[in-house]
Nanobody
Framework: QVQLEESGGGLVQAGGSLRLSCAGS????????IGWFRRAPGKEHEFVGA???????NYADSVKGRFTISRDNAKNTVYLQMNSLRPEDTAVYSC????????????????WGQGTQVTVSS
């Protein structure tokens, strides 16, 4: 079974950038689609984007053009590059492994990391 661990969260000013990492262990990530979700205080999980094992990507409209997902299968790691951050991007960001990058529901992903906090100040 694959284990996932996110890192790279922190505090950043509006307009700034952060890069989150999702490192896999126990099994290669190369056969999985990896999705990123976020959960803001008092809100439900929100799909951010996902990447297929081939590198095809799918993004939520709210982050399209600002966020980019990439993967390095040799390092067993998936990245979420976040640019032009806004206060409304503040949330706990989690990565998850699933079978298709086209899936946007939390229930479509079987394996989850613990999450990393991203806080964007205005």
């Amino acid at each position: 079974q694959v284990q996932l661990e996110e890192s790279g969260g922190g505090l950043v000013q509006a307009g700034g950038s952060l890069r989150l990492s999702c490192a896999g262990s126990g099994r290669t990530l190369s056969t999985y689609a990896i999705g990123w979700f976020r959960r803001a205080p008092g809100k439900e999980h929100e799909f951010v984007g996902a990447i297929s094992w081939r590198g095809n990507t799918n993004y939520a409209d709210s982050v399209k053009g600002r966020f980019t997902i990439s993967r390095d299968n040799a390092k067993n790691t998936v990245y979420l590059q976040m640019n032009s951050l806004r206060p409304e991007d503040t949330a706990v960001y989690s990565c998850a492994a699933g079978s298709s990058y086209e899936y946007t529901k939390r229930s479509d992903y079987a394996h989850w990391g613990q999450g990393t906090q991203v806080t964007v100040s205005s």
